[in-house]
């Protein structure tokens, strides 16, 4: 620990969540429109079609689901693999830029397919690719076949990944709507958006956007959110214009001057967060949200529930089963408790399910059911 950091403000946990749960407008919901939030966000886990509107229905004041599926049809956000190599909805504006920061994971990914990628140029696979998904958006198995009649030799689902790691591919709509259905069909950012990606621009910008979304935070709290290595150089750039904390092991935060740090008492409502949600997935030390005896209580095998804050920390699982919000907690619930998740349950089905009547109760999240 250095000289500065050993001197630096400790936050708790507490502390370190209220100000997380503040800036992810999960404290007090939001009057942002869906795009803004979007942006302030720096994206959603979108790894299905749902959790970006549950995402948004649990954050902003007077959100209707048809207004992101607007902005959606409209080109204004899009899904795109991001972050961790996971599908994201971003501004059109972040995936021109945040796509091109990232890239070197993408491209540190493709070194997991080097065995069915021999004697594959990749550059040329990108160009064949592209001209493929924009003369029309073709599916993955589209994409399999036509790279595997090029490289009959290589890997057909590796051909498939290495272009979609080499390209910036969105989904086209109408995956992603609300309420409507479509298979995956990918093409070129680029393409679909009308303009060209940005150069590779410095980690400077995004950092302090991260900060602002998702701080106060380590730099290794940073390139877990991104997937990336190596951000420690913009951190000390910036550390100038930064406040410096420490939390209760030691490890340095930083974080904007002028950014919300809520008392540790300060109230904070229960959420339905959908699964993936990225406020459980940003940060190396996951305590500020996660209580470390329900450290993987969210997760079965590959299957990820969607999450129950209580107090600002996880403390069930729920899921859609049929015409009832089945809510699961980990622990035991006050009846002011149960009250108020209750009440929460009703306000995020009618935001989302308006004219629909769903029984809510407490019992066993067994398997999670798309809804």
């Known amino acids: ?167 910036p591919l969105v989904q086209v709509t109408p995956r992603g709507l609300w309420g409507r259905s479509g298979q995956v069909a990918l093409t070129t950012a680029e393409h679909w958006l009308g303009r060209p990606a940005a150069p590779v621009p410095a980690p400077d910008a995004t950092v302090l956007r991260y900060l602002a979304a998702f701080g106060p935070a380590s730099v290794k709290d940073m390139q877990t959110w991104a997937g990336l290595t190596r951000l420690r150089e913009a951190f000390e750039r910036l550390r100038p214009e930064l406040l410096v904390f420490r939390d209760e092991n030691g490890v340095e935060l930083f974080d904007l001057p002028d950014a919300p740090r809520p008392a540790e008492d300060t109230p904070a409502p229960p959420r339905f967060l959908p699964e993936f949600d990225n406020l459980l997935l940003s940060h190396a030390d996951r305590t500020r949200v996660v209580p470390k005896e329900y450290w993987g209580r969210s997760w079965q095998g590959n299957q990820a529930y969607r999450t129950l804050l209580v107090d600002g920390f996880l403390a069930g699982v729920w899921k859609l089963d049929g015409d009832a919000l089945v809510v699961e907690p980990f622990g035991r619930l006050t009846r002011a408790q149960r009250d108020e998740v209750t009440e929460e349950g009703q306000r995020m089905l009618g935001t989302l399910y308006p004219g629909t009547s769903y029984d809510i109760r407490f019992g066993t999240v067994v398997q999670q059911q798309p809804a």
């Open 1 to 167: 620990m250095t000289k500065t950091t050993a001197s630096a403000p400790v936050l708790g946990t507490r502390a370190l969540n209220r100000a997380t749960l503040d800036r992810q407008l999960l404290l007090c919901r939001s009057g942002l429109s869906a795009k803004a939030a979007v942006r302030h966000l720096l994206g959603l886990q979108a790894q299905n079609v749902k959790p970006p509107y549950y995402a948004l229905a649990a954050r902003l004041d007077g959100f209707v689901p048809e207004e992101l599926s607007a902005l959606m049809a409209d080109r204004e956000v899009v899904r795109i693999v991001t972050m961790r190599s996971t599908i994201h909805t971003h501004t059109a504006e972040d995936c021109l830029t945040l796509r091109p920061l990232v890239q070197p994971a993408r491209d540190r990914e493709l070194t997991q397919f080097r065995k069915g990628l021999e004697g594959v140029d990749l550059d040329r696979l990108a160009a064949v690719a592209r001209d493929l998904v924009e003369t029309a958006p073709r599916t993955m198995k589209d994409l399999r076949e036509a790279l595997r009649a090029e490289w009959p030799d290589a890997d057909p689902q590796a051909l498939a990944i290495a272009a979609r790691c080499k390209l």
